[in-house]
């Protein structure tokens, strides 16, 4: 692998390893959990969504998921509303999951039809 290579296929992961960071923590994954049952969360609502966690730790952890692109906000008058973004999640998944469950998948039923005798 050259040097160019290098470099381009990590700013390539770069953003994937933010979502992972952002996914990797359970409190993170809490507050994603509730933007997706409510959106537009304000941090006061979230906050109260995440008993025993500061203010600031609920900041902190919006911050991780935000620079994950996880989570977008909007400011509205004084408030400022928190939205789940999917897509960095969904680009995971057609990334690392879907091909490797196809692939598993498929030697799965390979390995039923050499038990059943079909094959």
Request: proline fraction near 2%.
């Amino acid at each position: 692998m050259t040097r160019d290579n290098l470099v381009t296929y990590k700013g390539c992961v770069d953003d994937e390893d933010l979502v992972f960071k952002a996914l990797a923590d359970a409190t993170r994954r809490l507050l994603l959990d509730k933007l997706f049952e409510r959106d537009g969360m304000t941090l006061g609502e979230l906050e109260a969504e995440v008993p025993g966690l500061t203010r600031f730790g609920v900041m902190k952890h919006l911050a991780v998921l935000e620079q994950a692109g996880l989570v977008v906000t909007r400011k509205q008058g004084r408030h400022k509303h928190h939205y789940l973004n999917a897509v960095p999640i969904r680009l995971l998944l057609e990334r690392w999951i879907d091909k490797y469950r196809d692939r598993r998948a498929a030697a799965l039923l390979d390995l039923k039809d050499q038990l059943e005798g079909t094959k």
